[in-house]
């Protein structure tokens, strides 16, 4: 079946790294996603990451893909005060092009 | 381009009482989401169509229907409003096919007292 899972809450301070991590159960994942949602509005996908890739560097984002542990996370380096949001992981199976399953999502709090 | 735009963006239910949230988008995307979302829950989907004309469900479809009559118009109903269905409501479109990303409306907060 399929269930992604983060954990609820992250805070970190301005300047450090923030590290948020995801788990899925189901093998077959083709994408897997990271997407911001900030107060009041609605998702925007920051990057993703094609499951026969370990790592994907994207400016400040570093996503990392296990697909061993089915453990994804995202690093923010240098994090700032506009990185205050929630971050959603997601995916997309194979042969279901359709549906994308979302995790429950980390809200990220960065103390000035 | 106007992108996913939702009407209304903010509405107060009676239990019992029905509505219709709309979804619209400009980009000719071929699939079309409703998720709603709710604290600790995430998103949960709750039906999507592949295409004018076609719906399916997703995984908390009960209580909801859905019509998707013209391509760019995907619409939710609430038949008998209940208090659960309090959440805010995410509509989404997308590109058929699999690195395409979702785009999502900035969401209906909805109440049911």
């Known amino acids: 079946g399929e269930d992604v899972e983060q954990s609820l809450f992250l805070s970190v301070r301005e300047g450090d790294s923030s590290v948020i991590n995801c788990t899925y159960t189901?093998?077959?994942?083709?994408?897997l996603y990271w997407y911001k949602q900030e107060p009041g509005a609605g998702l925007q996908l920051l990057t993703y990451?094609?499951?026969?890739?370990d790592m994907k560097q994207d400016q400040r984002l570093t996503v990392l893909l296990n697909k061993k542990d089915k453990h994804l996370s995202l690093r923010i380096a240098d994090t700032q005060t506009g990185d205050s949001a929630i971050y959603f992981c997601?995916?997309?199976?194979?042969?279901?092009?359709?549906?994308?399953?979302f995790g429950t999502g980390t809200k990220l709090q960065v103390i000035p | 381009n106007a992108g996913v735009t939702q009407t209304p963006k903010f509405r107060v239910l009676k239990t019992g009482q029905s509505m219709t949230l709309l979804c619209a988008q400009d980009?000719?995307?071929?699939?079309m989401y409703w998720y709603r979302q709710d604290p600790g829950m995430g998103l949960r989907l709750i039906h999507y169509?592949?295409?004018?004309?076609?719906?399916a469900k997703g995984e908390v479809p009960d209580g909801y229907n859905v019509s998707r009559l013209k391509k760019q118009n995907f619409l939710l109903g609430l038949e008998s409003a209940a208090p659960s269905q309090t959440s805010v409501y995410f509509c989404?479109?997308?590109?058929?096919?699999?690195?395409?990303?979702?785009?999502f409306g900035p969401g209906t907060r909805l109440t049911v007292t």
């Open positions: 989404a479109s997308k590109i058929a096919g699999g690195s395409y990303e979702q785009y």
């Open positions: 189901d093998s077959s994942s083709t994408y």
């Open positions: 990451i094609f499951s026969n890739m």
């Open positions: 997601a995916e997309i199976l194979s042969g279901g092009y359709q549906k994308v399953t």
């Open positions: 980009m000719n995307h071929e699939y």
């Open positions: 169509s592949v295409g004018e004309g076609t719906t």
